[in-house]
């Protein structure tokens, strides 16, 4: 057998607008192209409202729905839709449609792409060491082996995922802590932790840690320069944050500590998540 590549598409963090922390890539829904969002962090792909209304698409209202700050937004359900990403014809399920943040209307982003939903079989591979989103077909061990294969530089971890969440979650702890459930978010702009999760961990006053789609801002406090133990390995963090309240799980590594590192994870959540890491 092996690995079998379905798709390489590049990845950007230039939105129309600005410089983006998080990773984007251009593809094509429903005949209409634009950019979307890499986000591990979501359970659902999201499309704006403006852009669902454009192509006509059938909607039914949802509950509202609930951001990283913890703020609350319209949202509606949304039917089936094709997705053109690379040379792949993919079909978006379970999708779910919100008002446009303003950041996405100033930056031509058309909505946020949950990965690890985009293929039913295959991994998706978000290379943001090259720059890269891949699909690929492989049993676990394969694509560990491929991947290693391709970036010796990187050490690979595979690693248990969390199967209560759809979202991206392994065990991992600050340290001296305990391991907690931590989601490996690339839509995320900073490694955050509660502060259940590091009780006794010094952190400084309050500041904004950026903001939820809904506008809304995030709120936390800087631990400073901490160390992350994932499966028996050290992860450095430059400022690590601490929140008071998290939604589960109750800790996040972002943006501030993923670039230069490979994360591969599939819709089956009894797969292994595959994360490269500087050696």
Not at 46 to 74: F, N, Q, R, Y
Not at 99 to 109: D, H, N, Q, S
Not at 253 to 266: F, I, R, T
């Amino acid at each position: 057998m092996g690995v079998e590549l379905l798709t390489c598409v590049p990845i950007t963090f230039d939105a129309a607008d600005r410089r983006t922390h998080a990773p984007l890539v251009t593809g094509s829904v429903g005949g209409i192209e634009t950019l979307f969002v890499l986000d591990t962090g979501s359970e659902v792909h999201i499309l704006t409202k403006e852009l669902v209304d454009e192509l006509g698409l059938l909607v039914e209202e949802g509950e509202e729905g609930v951001d990283h700050s913890g703020a609350t937004m319209p949202s509606w359900s949304v039917e089936d839709v094709g997705l053109a990403l690379g040379g792949e014809e993919l079909t978006l399920g379970d999708i779910v449609s919100i008002p446009a943040p303003a950041p996405f209307v100033t930056g031509e982003i058309g909505g946020i792409l949950s990965p690890q939903h985009l293929h039913p079989t295959a991994v998706a591979v978000i290379d943001l060491a090259a720059d890269e989103l891949l699909l690929v077909e492989g049993n676990d061990d394969e694509v560990a082996a491929w991947l290693t294969e391709r970036t010796p530089s990187l050490t690979t971890l595979s690693l248990e995922r969390d199967t209560e969440f759809t979202s991206v979650v392994v065990p991992a702890a600050v340290r001296p802590h305990d391991e907690t459930p931590t989601l490996i978010n690339t839509g995320g702009k900073r490694t955050e932790f509660s502060r259940a999760a590091v009780p006794g961990l010094d952190a400084g006053s309050a500041e904004r840690l950026g903001g939820g789609v809904s506008g809304a801002d995030v709120i936390g406090s800087s631990a400073g320069a901490q160390v992350i133990a994932v499966a028996g390995h050290a992860v450095p963090v430059a400022q690590l944050a601490v929140r008071e309240t998290m939604h589960d799980p109750q800790g996040m590594v972002g943006m501030d500590v993923l670039p230069g590192s490979v994360v591969a994870c599939a819709a089956d959540r009894s797969r292994r998540v595959i994360w490269q890491i500087p050696a």
